[in-house]
């Protein structure tokens, strides 16, 4: 299983970036898909998720209403847009999956919201 991660950067407080996780070595379409983040100091919290069919999703409220999850099975990925960005947004985000009672994680991306 192998998750990578792209998109992250440095964005001003109310902007948007659009993160996205591709998925290689398992049925991609199998499996619901899930984004995480973890701020310097803090514990990895997850902010959204999906069915594999992206029939479902959900959210905490911290990120409701500006962060939407995505997934495109025919080409093995799942995205995170997120919107109105706020400096405590500030993180590095994984995607991850949970297959055969293993979770998996990709390796990360760096997001920053600051003026």
């Known amino acids: 299983v192998q998750l990578v991660e792209s998109g992250g950067g440095l964005v001003q407080p109310g902007g948007s970036l659009r993160l996205s996780c591709a998925g290689s070595?398992?049925?991609?379409?199998?499996?619901?898909m899930n984004w995480y983040r973890q701020a310097p100091g803090k514990e990895r919290e997850l902010v959204a998720s999906?069915?594999?069919?992206?029939?479902?999703?959900n959210y905490p409220d911290s990120v409701k209403g500006r962060f939407t999850i995505s997934r495109d099975n025919a080409k093995n990925t799942v995205y995170l847009q997120m919107d109105s960005l706020k400096p405590e947004d500030t993180a590095v985000y994984y995607c991850s999956t949970l297959r055969s009672g293993s979770r998996y994680w990709g390796q990360g991306t760096q997001v920053t919201v600051s003026s």
């Open positions: 070595g398992f049925a991609f379409s199998n499996y619901g």
């Open positions: 999906i069915t594999n069919n992206g029939g479902s999703t």
